[in-house]
């Protein structure tokens, strides 16, 4: 069976406008899934809006919140040329990805919230039936998919995401465009939560959530076994037919 060909789309986002603060991708959220991943044996693709060097939310690199996989990933040249080296998402093909992985960051509350070449990527992976994952604020770059008949695509389905709570504690809600659990609740997602920081995953049919950062490793496991259920169900259909 072929390896699993894995995309993961992240923010271009570096500095949140009108304000001293920076933003970029939570690097937890890409350095536990890489790693996961990279054991899986899959093929890794990184893509962001603009391409190039994917910005790191310096918060992230501190002493008080590094962990054993983001230290690994600062100190692992490939990885930190995997950083270094995304295409631009208005390049990326569909059917060259078995699944798609949104880490988080404030960066993508900016430029995946409403992105329409995203919004149709992810559309035609979820017709398809291809895993999406998302976790923390990642999960903004689902809020404008829609279903068959118009209406957003995550209307009435299970679904989690940063809490009001925990961006409260972050001290940025006044200077984010929206609060991510109040936007999902208002365009009739079923989100809920777990307590603040632990990881919290949900899973709807292909697209499984994350709430925060501590759950992107059970949410990168969740998608690989999807991916790899599927492939194997692919193969089986084929042999049959061959047969």
């Not at 536990?32 to 310096?58: C, E, H, Q, R, W």
């Not at 989100?191 to 709807?204: A, I, P, R």
Request: proline letters at 4%; one cysteine or more.
């Amino acid at each position: 069976m072929d390896s699993i060909k894995v995309l993961v789309i992240a923010t271009s986002i570096q500095n949140i406008a009108d304000s001293n603060y920076k933003a970029g991708i939570w690097l937890e959220e890409l350095a536990t899934p890489y790693y996961i991943f990279k054991a899986a044996g899959t093929s890794i693709t990184m893509a962001s809006p603009n391409g190039g060097l994917v910005p790191v939310d310096p918060r992230s690199q501190s002493i008080i919140v590094a962990t054993p996989r983001t230290k690994r990933f600062l100190n692992d040249v490939e990885a930190m040329d995997f950083l270094s080296h995304s295409i631009i998402l208005k390049d990326v093909k569909d059917d060259d990805f078995d699944v798609a992985y949104l880490p988080g960051g404030h960066g993508p509350m900016w430029d995946l919230a409403d992105n329409k070449i995203l919004k149709q990527l992810l559309e035609r992976f979820y017709n398809a039936g291809k895993p999406i994952g998302a976790v923390c604020h990642g999960v903004v770059g689902l809020l404008s998919l829609q279903n068959d008949n118009g209406e957003f695509l995550v209307k009435g389905k299970n679904l989690t995401g940063f809490s009001n709570t925990e961006e409260a504690s972050t001290g940025l809600a006044h200077v984010l465009p929206f609060l991510l659990e109040s936007r999902l609740a208002a365009i009739g997602a079923l989100y809920t939560k777990g307590e603040d920081y632990l990881s919290y995953m949900v899973t709807d049919g292909n697209i499984v959530t994350g709430q925060n950062p501590d759950s992107s490793g059970q949410v990168a496991k969740k998608i690989m076994e999807l991916a790899e259920n599927r492939k194997e169900a692919s193969s089986q259909y084929k042999g049959s037919l061959i047969k």
